[in-house]
């Protein structure tokens, strides 16, 4: 593989969720403004009841929610396995996704990332070039922890483990 199909994908943990979304938009912002190649972007939340949401979407154009791409919805399938082969026909994050969707993809986070985010906290999952690490480690200034791992290539076998691989930094860390 090539230098520039490395990517990484990181979960950054923050105690409150509108710091997560602060860097949420950082995050987005560098990709709008192409300083960074980012694949997709999640912000989720973990109530004060422990119910787990996704609250925002981004894309590698810097796109929020219904407007988001491809490469959100493919992350947001690696998340919520069920939802994988809707994200396949495109994103279904945003205004257009079903209740049933939206349910099972919140499940499928809830399972995923339960352990790493107490009530009330948020988190940020992306996927972007790993040359823009250092970039992307400087936007997300409000975290409490992180974890990141490597990978080569987008294939959803590939981001399934790198997700895998990041989740266990965060039980590790």
Do not use: C, W
């Amino acid at each position: 593989m090539t230098a520039d199909s490395h990517k990484d994908v990181l979960i950054a943990v923050y105690m409150f969720e509108d710091l997560a979304e602060k860097d949420f938009n950082a995050v987005l912002k560098l990709a709008e403004e192409k300083t960074i190649t980012v694949e997709g972007v999640v912000l989720v939340q973990k109530d004060p009841d422990g119910e787990m949401h996704v609250t925002e979407t981004g894309d590698h154009l810097g796109r929020r929610g219904a407007k988001a791409g491809g490469g959100a919805g493919l992350l947001i399938g690696l998340l919520a396995p069920p939802m994988l082969a809707a994200t396949a026909v495109g994103a279904v994050a945003g205004a257009g996704m079903g209740k049933l969707a939206k349910h099972k993809l919140e499940k499928g986070i809830a399972e995923k990332m339960e352990t790493a985010l107490p009530n009330g906290a948020g988190a940020v999952i992306a996927v972007y070039d790993t040359d823009g690490a250092d970039t992307v480690g400087k936007a997300l200034a409000n975290e409490v922890r992180t974890s990141v791992a490597t990978i080569d290539g987008l294939s959803p076998k590939q981001l399934k483990a790198g997700l895998a691989e990041a989740q266990a930094g965060m039980a590790g860390s």
